[in-house]
């Protein structure tokens, strides 16, 4: 059995925030960058010491010193191991992305859901054998068309997805929505630069980069339209046999995190979602 190796997969080098650091150092990175979250090693020895995001960052405003925004229980996996085990770690966490560490406990890498959907299970031909049946989640969140935007977000910010399948009166799919269709409404752009919430004109750029900060927001002034009228029309979507090989294709070239999965004369029956392409790893040997 051949292991495939994180270190054939992930990013290497990622831009990291050594400590002691500030916020505005921190905010300036993530403008340069435009990342949603950085590793954060210790200045003097290079090691983890955990991960920082924008989010957190914005939504403790008050809090000046890094350090204190710092989620320490960062899952970790070395260069040499089998991405089986990245996998298992994003799973069990919930997380889209592990830190890649050698054995000093410095950062040498980033591996997120979407390298291992790009780099391995949408290159692998064997994949092409693996029907996604197993693998799509059946339980899952919808909105109908006339759902008014705040009712509609609400829903989005509950599900455990990034974005709802619309439906009709019949229960057809008809559409899909994410946060940043929601965004893309200029009413709502103005809305939040003209936002109270924001002291300090440099974190502005946040409010188009990082949609979901944003619309957690109770002050948010959403329009009042039904969901059907910002929602993408046409759904990229995937068949209960459709392989893992096709459905990762599918994702990375749109670049969107899920497919509603459809059956016979296209009844909607699920979604599959990136991390769930994560499973196939779990019960696959690599041959
Ligand atoms: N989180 C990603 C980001 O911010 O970079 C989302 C990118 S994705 C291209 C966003 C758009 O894709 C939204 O307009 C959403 O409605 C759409 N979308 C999501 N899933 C889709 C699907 N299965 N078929 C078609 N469009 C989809």
Do not use: C
């Amino acid at each position: 059995m051949i292991k495939v190796k994180v270190k054939s997969i992930m990013t290497p080098n990622p831009v990291v925030i050594e400590l002691p650091a500030t916020r505005s150092y921190a905010l300036d990175l993530f403008k340069k960058h435009r990342v949603r979250s950085f590793p954060v090693v210790k200045r003097s020895t290079k090691q983890l010491v955990g991960i920082v995001s924008v989010k957190h960052l914005l939504l403790n405003p008050d809090e000046d010193q890094l350090a204190m925004l710092i989620k320490r229980d960062v899952p970790t996996v070395k260069p040499t191991d089998d991405i089986k085990k990245a996998a298992k770690a994003m799973l069990m966490k919930n997380y889209r992305r592990v830190v890649v560490v050698n054995n000093e406990n410095k950062v040498v890498g980033i591996l997120t859901v979407g390298d291992i959907i790009r780099r391995y299970l949408a290159k692998n031909e064997k994949m092409k054998r693996i029907e996604i049946e197993p693998f799509y989640q059946r339980y899952i969140s919808v909105v109908w068309r006339g759902t008014p935007l705040k009712a509609a977000l609400k829903a989005l910010l509950l599900a455990d997805s990034m974005a709802l399948p619309v439906i009709d009166e019949e229960g057809n799919l008809i559409g899909i929505i994410d946060e940043t269709d929601i965004l893309r409404d200029s009413e709502v752009i103005i809305t939040m630069k003209s936002s109270s919430l924001y002291p300090s004109s440099e974190e502005e750029w946040i409010l188009e980069s990082n949609p979901t900060l944003l619309l957690t927001k109770r002050e948010l002034k959403l329009p009042n339209k039904p969901i059907e009228e910002i929602m993408t029309k046409d759904v990229i979507k995937a068949t209960e046999h459709m392989s893992v090989y096709d459905v990762a294709n599918k994702m990375a070239q749109y670049k969107i995190e899920q497919l509603p999965v459809i059956k016979g004369q296209g009844d909607l029956v699920g979604l599959i979602r990136d991390m769930d392409l994560l499973k196939v790893l779990l019960n696959y040997k690599h041959k």
